[in-house]
């Protein structure tokens, strides 16, 4: 399973970007999608989560900021971020829940690679 991230980038407080992490392989399933953060010297931290039945967890941090969503058709997921804050800054990971077929039935967890996010004040 490889993961491709993308929509990271610079921007000013009080803007908007979308993040997309798209999977690729021999997907059969994939339950839960997530967003995770990542600033140096601090753990990496849950941003957002949807599961396969489309319920939804966000960090508190997020305030309604953020929408996760899912494309299953896609195999993507997606974080649209509006009214970014300095604080946002960090590179953001997507993290999935995988269940995959290679001659046997196998679930496993996936990063993605992670994608920039700054945002100026």
């Known amino acids: 399973v490889q993961l491709a991230e993308s929509g990271g980038g610079f921007v000013q407080a009080g803007g908007s970007l979308r993040l997309t992490c798209t999977a690729s392989g021999n997907i059969l399933n994939i339950d839960s999608m997530n967003w995770y953060r990542q600033v140096p010297g601090k753990q990496r931290e849950l941003v957002a989560g949807?599961?396969?039945?489309?319920?939804?967890n966000y960090a508190e941090f997020v305030e309604g900021r953020f929408t996760i969503s899912r494309d299953d058709a896609k195999k993507t997921e997606y974080l649209q971020m509006h009214s970014l804050r300095p604080e946002d800054t960090a590179v953001y990971y997507c993290?999935?829940?995988?269940?995959?077929?290679?001659?046997?039935?196998?679930?496993?967890?996936?990063w993605g690679q992670g994608t920039q996010v700054a945002v100026s004040s």
């Open positions: 993290y999935l829940d995988v269940v995959t077929w290679a001659g046997t039935i196998t679930r496993g967890e996936y």
């Open positions: 949807i599961r396969s039945g489309g319920s939804t």
